[in-house]
């Protein structure tokens, strides 16, 4: 069974940074995607970065209200992605949380498993 497990949420001021780490237990990560969302207060989960993990060879993707302030990665050796957050603003106050596909060589709509979620909170 696929375990997700997200840490380094936290509270920061306009402008900081944060690192969110995702550890994955019972996961292989070859020909997988993997992602970042996020649900804000009072709207829908939405999705902030993915990596298409082939080979050696990763495939970034970010929305493009974080493009150019996070980075998405992955360390096989750590069984870890991370997401760092620089630039922080109040619009990224949100739980964030990690997701995962079962291994189809692409980065599907919908993802089979999900971490329990972090907060990230950003004041002005």
């Known amino acids: 069974q696929v375990r997700l497990v997200e840490s380094g949420g936290g509270s920061v001021q306009t402008g900081g940074s944060l690192e969110l780490s995702c550890v994955a237990s019972e996961y292989n990560y070859n020909n997988k995607c993997m992602g970042w969302f996020r649900q804000r207060p009072g709207k829908g989960r939405e999705k902030v970065a993915h990596?298409?993990?082939?080979?050696?060879?990763?495939?970034?993707y970010y929305t493009d209200s974080v493009m150019g302030r996070f980075t998405i990665s992955q360390d096989n050796a750590k069984n870890t992605m991370s997401l760092q957050m620089n630039i922080l603003k109040p619009e990224d106050t949100a739980v964030y949380y990690c997701a995962a596909d079962s291994g189809r060589g692409f980065c599907p709509k919908t993802f089979p498993y999900w971490g329990q979620g972090t907060q990230v909170t950003v004041s002005s």
């Open positions: 990596i298409l993990i082939l080979g050696n060879t990763t495939y970034p």
